[in-house]
């Protein structure tokens, strides 16, 4: 996720809101520091800065300027004599130098558009998306990189004094809270080029794959408002996209955690080993219909593992929907499926180089 490039404002509050930036000159209120961000990005905006030249040294210094002003200070701290005073001195007293690499140039870069290897969220989509191309590329984001945080930033960062969580300073950029950030605006983004794929008359004939689903779509209520904000854009794309041609396939370990909404918009499931005690099974017995002989076999499944020997473990799996042969008397399928690509591809007639024989 590091190699895209950030390039909305409302992206760019929003992280400097999650920042230590605003803590740094003795904003310690939620309701402040969003205040601040707000009025800060509105006078850059009026100054004419860029996004994709926040890092540069002048593009803070003339942030740094618009702050220092009674005007933007009054605007953020009206009536307030105690803390806007403290506002201004925390500015007098900070080394801009310090405020610059450590607070401001680590959120900037997101937005940087000439880093070597990154690209633009919007100019990715635009590549997905573009009914010019004869063979559609396919995207790989890889949330996992961002996953690599220590235990220690992990553990709840300071406080806002109204209670609110803040990141922890030794995590300024990629917590949980950052990263849903990026993931809502490429689904966003997703799902504005469907729709507008749609109001065209032509289908975007997409598949949106997830693995680890539960980590975005959990069926848990989340205090986080970004990690909510992601689910209920999957929530609504299941329900509504299909009709603008974009599937979405949602992989997980377990089945009780993905959010019910969900779940009851998908067609097509796949059960393997591994659903057949507790809120697992209660959950696939809902799915199925409760139809104990189907339940019954899907019980005799072999956990893949205990087989040593590799190629001889089976992978079995249960399936209902229109996949199956079966699915107008709503009767679930059972298979199962090769352990080793080259085996499926010969079983269907292709070698190895992918061409028919």
């Known amino acids: 996720m590091r190699d895209l490039v950030l390039d909305r404002w409302d992206l760019f509050e929003q992280i400097l809101i999650e920042s230590r930036f605003f803590r740094e000159l003795q904003i310690m209120t939620r309701d402040k520091v969003e205040a601040a961000s707000d009025q800060l990005i509105r006078e850059m905006q009026k100054a004419r800065l860029t996004l994709a030249k926040l890092h540069e040294r002048k593009s803070f210094d003339r942030a740094w300027e618009l702050l220092k002003q009674d005007r933007v200070q009054n605007k953020i701290y009206a009536k307030e004599g105690a803390a806007a005073d403290r506002f201004a001195e925390a500015i007098k007293e900070a080394n801009p130098d310090e405020i610059y690499q450590t607070a401001w140039l680590p959120i900037a870069e997101l937005f940087r558009e000439d880093r070597r290897g990154a690209q633009k969220i919007e100019s990715l989509l635009r590549g997905l998306f573009n009914p010019d191309q004869y063979r559609r590329p396919l995207a790989v984001i890889d949330l996992s990189i961002e996953q690599s945080i220590t235990a220690d930033s992990n553990r709840m960062g300071p406080l806002f004094t109204d209670g609110s969580p803040v990141e922890s300073t030794s995590t300024p950029l990629w917590n949980e809270t950052i990263q849903a950030l990026v993931i809502k605006r490429l689904l966003e983004g997703i799902r504005t080029a469907a729709e507008e794929a749609y109001k065209q008359n032509r289908s975007l004939n997409t598949l949106v794959l997830m693995d680890e689903a539960h980590r975005l779509a959990s069926r848990d209520n989340s205090e986080n408002d970004e990690k909510k904000g992601v689910r209920?854009?999957?929530?609504?794309?299941?329900?509504?996209?299909?009709?603008?041609?974009?599937?979405?396939?949602?992989?997980?370990?377990?089945?009780?955690?993905?959010?019910?909404?969900?779940?009851?918009?998908?067609?097509?499931?796949?059960?393997?080993?591994?659903?057949?005690?507790?809120?697992?099974?209660?959950?696939?017995?809902?799915?199925?219909?409760?139809?104990?002989?189907?339940?019954?076999?899907?019980?005799?499944?072999?956990d893949p593992h205990s087989a040593f020997d590799v190629s001889s473990r089976e992978y079995s799996f249960m399936t209902i929907g229109p996949v199956s042969p079966l699915s107008f008397a709503g009767t679930p399928l059972f298979l199962s499926a090769f352990n080793h690509p080259s085996d499926f591809l010969k079983a269907n007639g292709f070698d190895l180089t992918g061409a028919a024989e």
Request: no cysteine.
């Open 232 to 302: 209920n854009i999957l929530i609504d794309a299941a329900r509504t996209t299909r009709k603008y041609g974009v599937g979405w396939m949602f992989i997980s370990q377990t089945l009780s955690s993905i959010h019910r909404e969900i779940l009851e918009q998908l067609r097509i499931f796949f059960f393997g080993f591994g659903l057949s005690m507790g809120a697992e099974f209660k959950a696939l017995s809902e799915l199925v219909g409760g139809r104990s002989k189907a339940l019954d076999l899907y019980q005799l499944f072999r």
